[in-house]
Structure formats: structure tokens, C-alpha cells
């Protein structure tokens, strides 16, 4: 019965869940020295210094980066209008070239053919408003026999 008595109490305690280990301590948090202008950086013991996931050197080089990006983006927008202006004011604009007088002379006759064809167009078309006009005045039949 000793054997069944002792069989029961160790089946009993390994059926029994294990007790969890205790929590460790919590690590003392240090503030590290900072140097001006920088944010508080915290350091735990056992651990590498961190700022949001990054190493304090990490930090600086983003921040130094972003600073000088912004920079840059700001000095381009500024300064190219005045470049371009600038420029064009050192290049200077060209005068209007002055058409040579034979060029004068062939650019005046075309202007005249020009006018001269409207007024032909002109004529052809009232020419052609007063045929139209005249035809469907006309009674079916004055009409030739083929267009009855």
C-alpha cells in the first residue's frame, strides 16, 4: 500500500503544473550625459544605448542628413528663378532681325496675290448663290426634259 500511497503523491505532483521561474528585477534605466542640442538619450545596463530603434551615432547622421537634404531642396527652390533670370539678363534677347529689302518686296507682291485670289473666291461663290437662287425659282416645267 506504501508503494500505491507514494505511485499517487508522485503522479499528483507531476500532474501539477511547474511552478514559473520569478521575474527577474528590473534593470536600473540611466540617463547618459548628453551634449547640447541632443535628446535624452536612456541606457540600460545590459543593453546597447538606443534612440527609436537606432544608435545614438545613427541618430546624428539622420538628423545631420535630413538637415542638409531640407537645406539643399530649399536653396534650389529659392535660388534657380534668380539664376534663370540671371541668365537670360547676361545672355541678353536678340534684336528682331531687320528683313533684308528683297524679302520686303516679294512678301508685298504675295500679300497682293493673296487679295487678289480672295476677291476671285469671292465673286466664284456669289456667282454660284445666284445660280442656286435662280434654279429653285424655276417651275418644274421650264425644267429640260431629262431633269423632270
Known amino acids: 500500500m506504501r508503494y500505491a500511497t507514494s505511485f499517487v503523491q508522485e503522479t499528483q505532483a507531476t500532474a501539477q503544473e511547474p511552478a514559473a521561474p520569478p521575474a527577474p528585477p528590473a534593470p536600473p ?4 550625459p548628453r551634449a547640447p542640442g541632443e535628446g535624452v538619450v536612456l541606457v ?3 543593453h546597447d544605448p538606443m534612440i ?3 544608435p545614438p551615432e545613427m541618430m546624428r547622421e539622420v538628423r545631420d ?10 536653396g534650389t527652390i529659392v535660388l534657380y528663378p534668380l539664376m534663370r533670370a540671371l541668365g537670360r539678363r547676361l ?3 536678340p534684336a528682331a532681325a531687320a528683313l533684308p529689302p528683297e524679302s520686303a518686296a516679294q512678301l508685298q507682291r504675295i500679300e497682293h496675290s493673296v ?3 480672295a476677291i476671285e473666291i469671292e465673286r466664284i461663290s456669289e456667282s454660284q448663290r445666284f445660280l442656286t437662287r435662280i434654279q ?3 417651275e418644274p416645267s421650264q425644267l429640260p426634259a431629262d431633269r423632270r
Open 29 to 32: 534605466v540611466l540617463q547618459a
Open 65 to 74: 542628413i535630413s538637415f542638409m537634404f531640407f537645406l539643399v531642396m530649399g
Open 115 to 117: 487679295e487678289a485670289m
Open 91 to 93: 545672355e541678353g534677347r
Open 52 to 54: 527609436n530603434g537606432m
Open 44 to 46: 540600460d545596463p545590459g
Open 136 to 138: 429653285s425659282e424655276r
